[in-house]
């Protein structure tokens, strides 16, 4: 089944790519949560326009991605969390998070899906978290959670 990627999907494509898979990973993973679209000769033109929201998106070239992760490394983000009085977080830190803090921060905009959090942050103090910046670029990114 030839299907045409509607948000990035590692180890297989980008936005706007055409990939061919097994008919049933298709038709009951990807189709419905929305990562893929059927490939017909009518879709055909909506790979440009995809391709075109993701060239804005996207770092232009590498020395761009360079200068990107200097900056998201010299920040230190704080980010407020609700805490009990044993500074454990009432839930976790999550991705929207964290790009809220790095915006609030003066950092540049992250997408969220570019952001890698190993273990899920359930705790106050430092925390990093990896972010992908590039294909060939990853920038790690200090966190400072501290109880609002």
Same mark, same amino acid.
């Given at each position: 089944?030839?299907?045409?990627?509607?948000?990035?999907?590692?180890?297989?494509?980008?936005?706007?790519?055409?990939?061919?898979?097994?008919?049933?990973?298709?038709?009951?993973?990807?189709?419905?949560?929305?990562?893929?679209?059927?490939?017909?000769?009518?879709?055909?033109?909506?790979?440009?326009?995809?391709?075109?929201?993701?060239?804005?998106?996207?770092?232009?070239?590498?020395?761009?991605?360079?200068?990107?992760?200097?900056?998201?490394?010299?920040?230190?983000?704080? =980010?407020?969390?609700?805490?009990?009085?044993? #500074?454990?977080?009432?839930?976790? %830190?999550? /991705?929207? !998070?964290? $790009?809220? @803090?790095?915006?609030?921060?003066?950092?540049?905009?992250?997408?969220?899906?570019?952001?890698? =959090?190993?273990?899920?942050?359930?705790?106050? #103090?430092?925390?990093?978290?990896? %972010?992908? /910046?590039? !294909?060939? $670029?990853? @920038?790690?990114?200090?966190?400072?959670?501290?109880?609002?």
């Amino acid at each position: 089944m030839k299907l045409i990627l509607t948000q990035e999907v590692s180890s297989l494509g980008a936005p706007g790519d055409v990939v061919e898979v097994k008919d049933g990973y298709g038709r009951n993973y990807f189709m419905p949560r929305g990562f893929a679209i059927r490939w017909t000769k009518g879709t055909e033109k909506q790979i440009d326009s995809i391709k075109k929201a993701r060239s804005v998106r996207d770092v232009r070239d590498l020395g761009h991605a360079d200068e990107i992760k200097s900056q998201l490394e010299a920040l230190t983000v704080r =980010v407020p969390a609700q805490a009990g009085s044993t #500074g454990r977080l009432f839930g976790a %830190v999550t /991705v929207a !998070d964290i $790009v809220a @803090a790095v915006k609030a921060a003066g950092g540049p905009d992250i997408d969220k899906r570019r952001i890698q =959090v190993d273990q899920p942050i359930k705790a106050i #103090g430092p925390h990093e978290v990896q %972010v992908k /910046v590039h !294909d060939e $670029v990853q @920038a790690r990114l200090s966190l400072d959670v501290f109880p609002s």
